[in-house]
């Protein structure tokens, strides 16, 4: 007999950026233990912006911190480009973390010596690959142009606001084209406006140039700039919106 009903198509495959299972971290021992990651699962959409949320000590920045390859967790896995993180020896995390992962941090990190382009190149040239790659040099004016950044390249990081100098470290973390991006409280040393400058331009990233961020954030405000939403407490994902799942 034939049946009436059509077959469903099979769902689409979502492509991670990264992903985690059975993620564990524990600090200290016996009294003193302390459990930062119980057991998270997490996959991580490319070409999305998520934000992890969680008041202090809820386990957001260690769970950035073992995505990116920063630290290692107690137990469980953790994806990254389709590599798998547990299985690199320390010379081999740190050149796969060069390669393909990049970070913005709260406090900029730039080096005061350089130029704002100075800054943007020096990962890139420590890595080798350097300004004369013609790819790369077209990669470099576009993010530059799309974070309104070329009328200050020559200008020194004490000679920019802080929104400006977040900028900077926007498009350093963006050069190399890597496969996610991490941003660790990237407006926590930042007034609104300068917030909402930054918030902006990471979401921009991701529109135009195709690029995968993952935020850490304790602020409401600025997860609304996120497609997806990940909320954690007391080390476990007790939260989901979007796509992150």
């Not at 300004?131 to 790369?136: C, E, K």
């Not at 977040?166 to 991006?181: G, H, K, T, W, Y």
Request: aromatic share 4%; proline share 4%.
């Amino acid at each position: 007999m034939t049946s009436l009903t059509s077959p469903q198509p099979p769902a689409p495959t979502v492509a991670l950026a990264a992903s985690a299972r059975g993620l564990t971290k524990t600090f200290g021992r016996g009294d003193t233990l302390v459990h930062a990651l119980r057991g998270v699962d997490l996959d991580l959409p490319a070409g999305r912006f998520t934000a992890i949320m969680g008041l202090s000590g809820s386990g957001k920045s260690t769970l950035m911190h073992c995505l990116a390859g920063l630290d290692q967790p107690t137990d469980g896995s953790v994806t990254v480009a389709g590599q798998a993180l547990e299985s690199m020896d320390d010379d081999t995390l740190t050149r796969f973390r060069r390669d393909h992962v990049g970070f913005v941090f709260q406090a900029f990190n730039l080096l005061p010596m350089l130029s704002a382009e100075q800054n943007i190149w020096l990962p890139t040239e420590l890595a080798g690959q350097a300004g004369r790659d013609r790819d790369l040099r077209r990669r470099f004016d576009s993010i530059v142009e799309t974070l309104g950044l070329t009328a200050r390249l020559t200008h020194r990081p004490a000679e920019l606001s802080g929104g400006q100098q977040q900028r900077v470290a926007i498009a350093r973390a963006l050069l190399s084209a890597p496969a996610i991006v991490f941003a660790d409280e990237p407006t926590g040393n930042l007034d609104s406006s300068s917030s909402a400058e930054v918030l902006s331009l990471l979401r921009q990233s991701v529109r135009e140039l195709g690029q995968t961020v993952v935020m850490v954030t304790h602020e409401t405000e600025a997860a609304t700039y996120a497609d997806d939403v990940v909320v954690l407490a007391d080390g476990r994902i007790t939260e989901r919106r979007g796509d992150a799942a």
